[in-house]
């Protein structure tokens, strides 16, 4: 299968920028999250529901469509790109993606083309995404109990996920671990998983629970606070902020005594708006402005109303120009329904 690669793209020839996408507080837009499928081979009790209604596969954009759209957002002054899902890479022939908007690392209008996955094809496809100048992958991973592992995600194995991190290592890929702290699941976990984490060499981002879509139980029952979190942890190790960023939300501090780095993503109990330099595709063509807001446009008609994309540019431009100040996630008893219907495997991780 072979992607039609833009004039020129295929001599490594960059376009120039248009102007940088700035929304109307200041901030200036160059983190994208494309959602390549909302399907999933796992069913993560916080993210699903145990019995998913996905897309129609015509419903979704081509593979073709996909790198013209993350390309014109590249054009756009978009320096990192980052592939979600679902899960990306059970989207059928998605290393074909991949390896074309690869080309924009080469010329240098990329920084970074990386992907969030659960790990459970790592060890098939670690390899081709090395070559294809992938640097980084992010792997969710709540826990490191085989039991509880199947738990939480409604029957996926432990050791496919352990081989896939080991693959991704071997294959040169620095791997980040992904932690969704859960109240009474994984909490007595977390400083064994930190631990575990920075032995291999590997950072480990917590992540608050978040109320999109619904789920089997209550969000509340699962919901923990990452500042109580960090207090606990404060009593074991000695943690220092420090100035480290990957272009996400996430605020990190040093572990004196692991010497690895530990992150910390808190929409919930402390939301980082003021300083959002993202943006969210999903694989329907639906530009999301903001995680927890409903603020969207839709890009596939613009897509495919033109061979040029002149009607592209000015649809993100439109839409740049209109995004939110920032979230109203909230979670307690007065509210314990979702803050949004759509799960967040429609959105992209």
Not at 212 to 218: H, I, K, R, S, T
């Amino acid at each position: 299968m072979r992607l039609d690669v833009p004039p020129g793209a295929e001599m490594g020839a960059a376009r120039p920028a248009t102007v940088p996408m700035v929304d109307s507080f200041g901030r200036h837009i160059h983190y994208l999250r494309v959602s390549v499928t909302d399907r999933c081979d796992f069913r993560c009790i916080y993210c699903m529901s145990e019995t998913m209604s996905f897309l129609p596969r015509q419903d979704l954009l081509s593979l073709e469509e996909l790198d013209r759209l993350c390309s014109a957002f590249v054009v756009k002054g978009v320096r990192r790109l980052r592939l979600t899902g679902g899960e990306p890479l059970v989207r059928r022939d998605v290393m074909t993606l991949i390896a074309s908007l690869s080309r924009h690392l080469v010329t240098g209008a990329l920084e970074e083309l990386t992907l969030t996955t659960n790990g459970s094809r790592l060890a098939t496809f670690a390899a081709a995404l090395a070559g294809s100048g992938v640097r980084r992958v992010n792997v969710s991973l709540d826990t490191r109990n085989p039991d509880t592992f199947r738990a939480i995600t409604r029957g996926g194995g432990l050791e496919t996920v352990q081989a896939g991190i080991k693959a991704a290592r071997a294959a040169g890929l620095k791997v980040k671990i992904n932690t969704v702290a859960l109240k009474g699941i994984n909490d007595g976990e977390i400083e064994e998983l930190i631990r575990w984490a920075h032995g291999e060499g590997m950072d480990l981002t917590l992540i608050e629970v978040m109320p999109l879509g619904e789920v089997a139980g209550d969000r509340l029952d699962q919901y923990l606070p990452l500042s109580l979190v960090r207090a606990r942890l404060a009593q074991r190790f000695t943690l220092t902020d420090i100035a480290h960023r990957t272009g996400g939300p996430a605020r990190y501090v040093q572990v004196a005594e692991t010497g690895g780095r530990l992150g910390f993503i808190t929409p919930l109990s402390h939301n980082f708006c003021e300083s959002c330099n993202r943006v969210r595709v999903t694989c329907t063509g639906t530009l999301f402005l903001c995680l927890g807001q409903e603020d969207a446009a839709d890009l596939r008609a613009p897509l495919r109303a033109s061979a040029g994309d002149d009607l592209l540019h000015a649809a993100i431009d439109a839409a740049i120009a209109k995004k939110p100040k920032g979230h109203d996630f909230v979670i307690d008893r007065q509210r314990s329904e979702p803050a949004l219907g759509r799960h967040m495997s429609v959105t992209g991780g």
